[in-house]
Protein backbone atom coordinates (compact mmCIF):
# COMPACT_ATOMS: atom_id res chain seq x y z
CA UNK A 1 0.00 0.00 0.00
CA UNK A 2 1.26 3.48 -0.60
CA UNK A 3 1.76 5.65 1.89
CA UNK A 4 -0.24 8.66 0.65
CA UNK A 5 -3.12 8.09 -1.79
CA UNK A 6 -3.06 11.06 -4.14
CA UNK A 7 -5.93 10.96 -6.77
CA UNK A 8 -4.71 14.13 -8.68
CA UNK A 9 -1.20 13.43 -10.84
CA UNK A 10 -0.88 15.87 -13.42
CA UNK A 11 2.72 14.00 -14.09
CA UNK A 12 0.73 10.99 -15.92
CA UNK A 13 0.30 13.12 -18.40
CA UNK A 14 4.14 14.19 -18.73
CA UNK A 15 5.86 11.27 -18.28
CA UNK A 16 6.56 10.73 -22.26
CA UNK A 17 7.40 12.22 -25.40
CA UNK A 18 4.19 10.98 -26.80
CA UNK A 19 1.74 11.86 -24.58
CA UNK A 20 3.40 15.32 -24.08
CA UNK A 21 2.59 15.82 -27.61
CA UNK A 22 -1.11 14.18 -27.20
CA UNK A 23 -1.69 17.15 -24.35
CA UNK A 24 0.71 20.60 -25.73
CA UNK A 25 -1.62 23.47 -25.81
CA UNK A 26 0.65 25.22 -28.13
CA UNK A 27 1.66 24.85 -31.31
CA UNK A 28 4.36 26.86 -33.68
CA UNK A 29 4.75 26.33 -37.36
CA UNK A 30 6.17 28.18 -39.40
CA UNK A 31 3.00 30.28 -41.17
CA UNK A 32 3.63 31.56 -37.88
CA UNK A 33 6.83 33.12 -38.47
CA UNK A 34 7.40 36.81 -40.32
CA UNK A 35 10.91 37.73 -41.39
CA UNK A 36 11.78 41.08 -41.40
CA UNK A 37 14.11 42.23 -44.16
CA UNK A 38 16.05 45.76 -44.70
CA UNK A 39 16.46 46.34 -48.38
CA UNK A 40 19.37 49.42 -49.80
CA UNK A 41 20.41 50.25 -53.19
CA UNK A 42 22.43 48.43 -55.24
CA UNK A 43 23.20 45.10 -56.42
CA UNK A 44 25.39 42.00 -54.41
CA UNK A 45 24.95 44.17 -50.93
CA UNK A 46 24.78 41.99 -47.97
CA UNK A 47 25.74 44.27 -45.42
CA UNK A 48 25.89 42.61 -41.86
CA UNK A 49 24.31 44.87 -38.76
CA UNK A 50 26.80 44.09 -36.00
CA UNK A 51 24.50 44.39 -33.23
CA UNK A 52 22.17 41.82 -35.01
CA UNK A 53 24.20 38.66 -35.70
CA UNK A 54 22.69 36.80 -38.33
CA UNK A 55 20.97 39.88 -39.69
CA UNK A 56 22.16 42.42 -43.11
CA UNK A 57 20.83 44.49 -44.88
CA UNK A 58 20.21 43.40 -48.43
CA UNK A 59 20.00 44.83 -51.93
CA UNK A 60 17.03 43.65 -53.98
CA UNK A 61 18.79 40.77 -55.47
CA UNK A 62 20.41 39.06 -52.36
CA UNK A 63 16.42 39.90 -50.81
CA UNK A 64 15.08 38.01 -53.28
CA UNK A 65 17.51 34.99 -52.62
CA UNK A 66 16.29 35.50 -48.80
CA UNK A 67 12.73 35.60 -49.78
CA UNK A 68 13.23 32.78 -51.52
CA UNK A 69 14.46 30.61 -47.82
CA UNK A 70 11.48 32.37 -46.38
CA UNK A 71 9.05 30.67 -49.25
CA UNK A 72 11.12 27.35 -49.44
CA UNK A 73 10.43 26.89 -45.56
CA UNK A 74 7.27 28.28 -46.00
CA UNK A 75 7.37 31.32 -43.22
CA UNK A 76 3.69 33.19 -43.24
CA UNK A 77 5.52 36.11 -44.93
CA UNK A 78 7.50 38.85 -44.99
CA UNK A 79 8.00 42.41 -43.69
CA UNK A 80 10.47 44.72 -45.44
CA UNK A 81 11.89 48.34 -44.59
CA UNK A 82 13.50 50.14 -47.06
CA UNK A 83 16.79 52.65 -46.52
CA UNK A 84 17.33 54.64 -49.63
CA UNK A 85 20.24 56.47 -50.48
CA UNK A 86 18.59 59.74 -50.49
CA UNK A 87 16.78 60.90 -47.22
CA UNK A 88 14.78 64.18 -47.18
CA UNK A 89 12.75 66.45 -44.61
CA UNK A 90 9.61 65.03 -45.98
CA UNK A 91 10.80 61.64 -46.62
CA UNK A 92 10.09 61.34 -50.39
CA UNK A 93 11.79 58.04 -51.45
CA UNK A 94 8.72 56.14 -49.40
CA UNK A 95 5.91 57.27 -51.91
CA UNK A 96 7.87 57.34 -54.98
CA UNK A 97 7.18 54.76 -57.34
CA UNK A 98 10.86 54.20 -58.15
CA UNK A 99 11.74 54.32 -54.30
CA UNK A 100 13.59 51.32 -52.60
CA UNK A 101 10.65 49.46 -51.49
CA UNK A 102 8.15 49.96 -54.22
CA UNK A 103 10.99 48.26 -56.24
CA UNK A 104 11.71 45.35 -53.94
CA UNK A 105 7.77 44.64 -53.91
CA UNK A 106 7.55 44.18 -57.38
CA UNK A 107 10.72 42.29 -57.68
CA UNK A 108 9.78 39.65 -54.71
CA UNK A 109 6.24 39.25 -55.95
CA UNK A 110 6.81 38.90 -59.69
CA UNK A 111 9.68 35.84 -58.63
CA UNK A 112 7.48 35.02 -55.44
CA UNK A 113 4.10 35.79 -56.44
CA UNK A 114 2.33 33.21 -53.10
CA UNK A 115 4.79 34.77 -50.55
CA UNK A 116 3.11 37.52 -48.50
CA UNK A 117 4.92 40.42 -48.81
CA UNK A 118 3.96 43.08 -45.70
CA UNK A 119 5.43 46.67 -46.20
CA UNK A 120 6.35 48.25 -42.73
CA UNK A 121 4.79 52.27 -43.54
CA UNK A 122 6.68 55.16 -41.31
CA UNK A 123 8.72 57.62 -42.74
CA UNK A 124 11.84 57.22 -39.86
CA UNK A 125 13.65 55.56 -42.57
CA UNK A 126 13.25 58.00 -45.00
CA UNK A 127 13.46 61.73 -43.52
CA UNK A 128 17.14 62.89 -42.47
CA UNK A 129 15.88 63.62 -39.37
CA UNK A 130 14.84 60.31 -38.39
CA UNK A 131 11.04 60.92 -37.23
CA UNK A 132 8.32 59.08 -38.06
CA UNK A 133 6.65 61.79 -39.35
CA UNK A 134 6.33 65.46 -41.04
CA UNK A 135 8.07 68.53 -38.69
CA UNK A 136 6.68 71.42 -37.59
CA UNK A 137 9.63 73.04 -36.54
CA UNK A 138 10.90 70.47 -33.41
CA UNK A 139 7.18 68.67 -33.73
CA UNK A 140 5.50 66.56 -35.28
CA UNK A 141 2.53 67.87 -37.51
CA UNK A 142 0.28 64.59 -37.27
CA UNK A 143 -2.19 65.20 -39.66
CA UNK A 144 -0.01 66.10 -42.22
CA UNK A 145 1.93 62.84 -41.58
CA UNK A 146 -1.29 61.43 -42.64
CA UNK A 147 -1.46 62.36 -45.95
CA UNK A 148 1.96 60.96 -46.89
CA UNK A 149 1.39 57.74 -44.93
CA UNK A 150 -1.73 57.69 -47.09
CA UNK A 151 0.35 57.92 -50.44
CA UNK A 152 2.47 55.84 -49.16
CA UNK A 153 0.38 53.30 -48.78
CA UNK A 154 -1.07 53.62 -52.32
CA UNK A 155 2.33 52.93 -53.89
CA UNK A 156 3.23 50.40 -52.10
CA UNK A 157 -0.16 48.77 -53.26
CA UNK A 158 0.30 49.89 -56.50
CA UNK A 159 3.75 47.94 -56.64
CA UNK A 160 1.82 44.78 -55.68
CA UNK A 161 2.31 44.36 -51.38
CA UNK A 162 -0.23 42.05 -49.94
CA UNK A 163 -0.35 43.99 -46.80
CA UNK A 164 -0.08 47.55 -45.07
CA UNK A 165 1.67 48.23 -41.69
CA UNK A 166 1.69 51.27 -40.47
CA UNK A 167 4.38 51.77 -37.51
CA UNK A 168 4.66 55.30 -36.61
CA UNK A 169 1.93 55.65 -33.58
CA UNK A 170 0.54 58.79 -35.72
CA UNK A 171 -3.37 59.25 -34.40
CA UNK A 172 -5.76 58.35 -36.88
CA UNK A 173 -2.94 56.47 -39.38
CA UNK A 174 -4.81 53.34 -39.60
CA UNK A 175 -8.16 55.62 -40.95
CA UNK A 176 -6.05 58.04 -43.22
CA UNK A 177 -4.80 55.11 -45.21
CA UNK A 178 -7.70 53.07 -45.59
CA UNK A 179 -9.50 55.63 -46.98
CA UNK A 180 -6.20 56.62 -49.52
CA UNK A 181 -6.40 52.97 -50.69
CA UNK A 182 -10.05 52.36 -51.05
CA UNK A 183 -9.58 55.69 -53.14
CA UNK A 184 -7.11 54.51 -54.98
CA UNK A 185 -8.95 51.05 -55.87
CA UNK A 186 -7.10 48.81 -53.44
CA UNK A 187 -10.12 48.15 -51.20
CA UNK A 188 -8.80 44.75 -50.96
CA UNK A 189 -5.39 45.53 -48.96
CA UNK A 190 -5.65 44.47 -45.10
CA UNK A 191 -3.91 47.08 -42.99
CA UNK A 192 -1.91 45.36 -39.77
CA UNK A 193 -1.55 48.11 -37.54
CA UNK A 194 1.05 48.77 -35.23
CA UNK A 195 -1.65 49.54 -32.40
CA UNK A 196 0.48 49.21 -29.47
CA UNK A 197 3.44 50.28 -30.02
CA UNK A 198 6.25 51.37 -26.87
CA UNK A 199 8.75 53.56 -26.88
CA UNK A 200 10.99 50.88 -26.13
CA UNK A 201 15.10 50.88 -25.53
CA UNK A 202 14.95 47.18 -27.38
CA UNK A 203 14.98 49.09 -30.58
CA UNK A 204 18.47 49.82 -30.10
CA UNK A 205 19.82 47.60 -32.47
CA UNK A 206 17.09 48.44 -35.41
CA UNK A 207 18.15 51.42 -35.62
CA UNK A 208 21.50 50.58 -36.98
CA UNK A 209 19.71 48.08 -39.19
CA UNK A 210 17.58 50.87 -40.52
CA UNK A 211 19.66 53.32 -39.85
CA UNK A 212 16.53 55.62 -38.36
CA UNK A 213 18.72 57.11 -35.18
CA UNK A 214 16.58 60.69 -34.52
CA UNK A 215 19.24 63.55 -35.33
CA UNK A 216 17.12 65.23 -32.08
CA UNK A 217 14.77 63.90 -29.22
CA UNK A 218 13.08 60.75 -29.18
CA UNK A 219 9.50 59.11 -29.57
CA UNK A 220 8.36 58.91 -26.56
CA UNK A 221 6.01 62.10 -28.06
CA UNK A 222 4.20 59.49 -30.28
CA UNK A 223 5.11 55.86 -29.07
CA UNK A 224 3.45 54.84 -25.70
CA UNK A 225 4.65 54.74 -22.31
CA UNK A 226 6.24 51.06 -21.34
CA UNK A 227 3.94 51.59 -17.65
CA UNK A 228 0.49 51.69 -19.65
CA UNK A 229 -1.99 49.17 -19.75
CA UNK A 230 -5.07 50.64 -20.20
CA UNK A 231 -3.97 52.90 -22.83
CA UNK A 232 -3.16 49.69 -24.92
CA UNK A 233 -6.73 48.79 -25.30
CA UNK A 234 -7.56 52.06 -25.83
CA UNK A 235 -5.13 52.62 -29.01
CA UNK A 236 -6.65 49.47 -30.18
CA UNK A 237 -9.75 49.78 -29.79
CA UNK A 238 -9.33 53.37 -32.03
CA UNK A 239 -7.14 51.36 -34.74
CA UNK A 240 -10.39 48.95 -35.11
CA UNK A 241 -12.43 51.90 -35.45
CA UNK A 242 -10.44 52.94 -38.07
CA UNK A 243 -11.05 49.64 -39.60
CA UNK A 244 -7.59 47.61 -39.14
CA UNK A 245 -7.75 44.20 -39.77
CA UNK A 246 -5.17 43.33 -38.08
CA UNK A 247 -2.88 44.32 -34.53
CA UNK A 248 0.29 44.54 -33.52
CA UNK A 249 1.61 44.65 -29.70
CA UNK A 250 5.65 45.89 -30.21
CA UNK A 251 8.15 44.96 -28.18
CA UNK A 252 7.24 41.19 -27.49
CA UNK A 253 9.06 39.98 -24.38
CA UNK A 254 8.71 42.80 -21.61
CA UNK A 255 4.65 43.06 -23.06
CA UNK A 256 3.20 39.60 -22.66
CA UNK A 257 0.38 40.80 -20.49
CA UNK A 258 -0.71 43.47 -23.22
CA UNK A 259 -0.68 40.56 -25.64
CA UNK A 260 -2.64 38.38 -23.84
CA UNK A 261 -4.75 41.42 -22.73
CA UNK A 262 -5.27 42.66 -26.25
CA UNK A 263 -6.40 38.95 -27.21
CA UNK A 264 -8.98 38.92 -24.62
CA UNK A 265 -10.55 41.98 -25.68
CA UNK A 266 -11.05 42.32 -29.61
CA UNK A 267 -11.02 39.08 -32.07
CA UNK A 268 -9.33 40.57 -34.78
CA UNK A 269 -6.21 38.38 -35.38
CA UNK A 270 -2.91 39.67 -33.29
CA UNK A 271 0.66 40.05 -33.82
CA UNK A 272 3.69 40.56 -31.94
CA UNK A 273 6.91 41.96 -32.61
CA UNK A 274 9.87 40.05 -31.37
CA UNK A 275 12.88 43.09 -31.76
CA UNK A 276 15.87 43.63 -32.72
CA UNK A 277 17.09 44.23 -28.79
CA UNK A 278 15.45 40.92 -27.81
CA UNK A 279 16.87 39.26 -30.56
CA UNK A 280 20.59 40.48 -29.49
CA UNK A 281 20.50 39.72 -26.37
CA UNK A 282 19.46 35.99 -27.70
CA UNK A 283 22.46 36.01 -30.14
CA UNK A 284 25.10 37.77 -27.70
CA UNK A 285 24.26 34.68 -24.94
CA UNK A 286 24.35 32.21 -27.08
CA UNK A 287 28.08 33.47 -28.63
CA UNK A 288 29.18 33.53 -25.22
CA UNK A 289 27.78 30.12 -24.82
CA UNK A 290 25.39 30.61 -21.90
CA UNK A 291 22.46 29.41 -23.30
CA UNK A 292 20.46 26.83 -25.85
CA UNK A 293 19.80 29.26 -28.75
CA UNK A 294 17.13 26.86 -30.66
CA UNK A 295 15.83 25.87 -27.36
CA UNK A 296 15.48 29.42 -25.88
CA UNK A 297 14.38 30.71 -29.40
CA UNK A 298 11.30 28.28 -29.68
CA UNK A 299 10.63 28.81 -25.92
CA UNK A 300 10.19 32.46 -26.98
CA UNK A 301 8.05 32.02 -29.73
CA UNK A 302 5.99 29.50 -27.57
CA UNK A 303 5.36 31.86 -25.28
CA UNK A 304 4.07 34.84 -27.93
CA UNK A 305 1.79 32.45 -29.33
CA UNK A 306 0.22 31.05 -26.03
CA UNK A 307 -0.19 34.97 -24.92
CA UNK A 308 -1.76 35.19 -27.75
CA UNK A 309 -0.36 35.73 -31.25
CA UNK A 310 -1.56 34.76 -34.14
CA UNK A 311 1.82 35.74 -36.04
CA UNK A 312 5.25 36.77 -34.71
CA UNK A 313 7.47 39.09 -36.93
CA UNK A 314 10.84 38.07 -35.74
CA UNK A 315 14.51 37.88 -36.82
CA UNK A 316 14.89 34.60 -36.02
CA UNK A 317 12.50 33.10 -38.57
CA UNK A 318 14.34 31.16 -40.71
CA UNK A 319 16.61 29.41 -38.36
CA UNK A 320 13.66 28.47 -36.24
CA UNK A 321 11.57 27.19 -39.06
CA UNK A 322 14.42 24.94 -39.60
CA UNK A 323 14.31 24.18 -35.79
CA UNK A 324 10.41 22.91 -36.17
CA UNK A 325 11.83 20.68 -39.66
CA UNK A 326 14.32 18.88 -37.45
CA UNK A 327 12.36 18.41 -34.53
C1 LIG B 1 10.14 52.47 -37.00
C2 LIG B 1 10.29 51.08 -36.52
C3 LIG B 1 11.09 50.67 -35.47
C4 LIG B 1 10.97 49.28 -35.39
C5 LIG B 1 10.11 48.88 -36.41
N1 LIG B 1 9.68 50.03 -37.10
C6 LIG B 1 11.99 51.43 -34.58
C7 LIG B 1 11.55 52.60 -33.85
O1 LIG B 1 10.35 52.85 -33.69
O2 LIG B 1 12.43 53.30 -33.40
C8 LIG B 1 11.69 48.44 -34.39
C9 LIG B 1 11.93 47.04 -34.76
C10 LIG B 1 12.97 46.37 -33.97
O3 LIG B 1 13.56 46.91 -33.01
O4 LIG B 1 13.25 45.21 -34.31
N2 LIG B 1 8.87 52.93 -37.21
ZN1 LIG C 1 8.95 55.22 -37.75
Known sequence: MPTVSLVHRPRRLRCAPNIRRLVRETRLAPEDLVL????????????????????????IDEALLVAREAADLELGGIILFGIPKIKDSVGSDAVDSQGIVQKAIRAI??????LWVIADT???????????????????DNDATLEVLGRAAVSYADAGVDMIAPSGMMDGMVGAIRHALDGAGHSGIPILSYAVKYASA?????RDAAENTPTFGDRRAYQMDPANRREAIREAALDVEQGADWL???????????????????????????????YAMVKAAAANG?????????ETLTGFK?????????????????WMRLS
Open 202 to 206: YYGPF
Open 122 to 140: CLCEYTDHAHCGILRGQEI
Open 290 to 298: WIDEARVVM
Open 248 to 278: MVKPGLAYMDILRELRDHFTLPLAVYNVSGE
Open 306 to 322: RAGADMILTYHALDAAR
Open 109 to 114: KAALPD
Open 36 to 59: PLFIVPGEGVRKPVSSMPGVAQLS
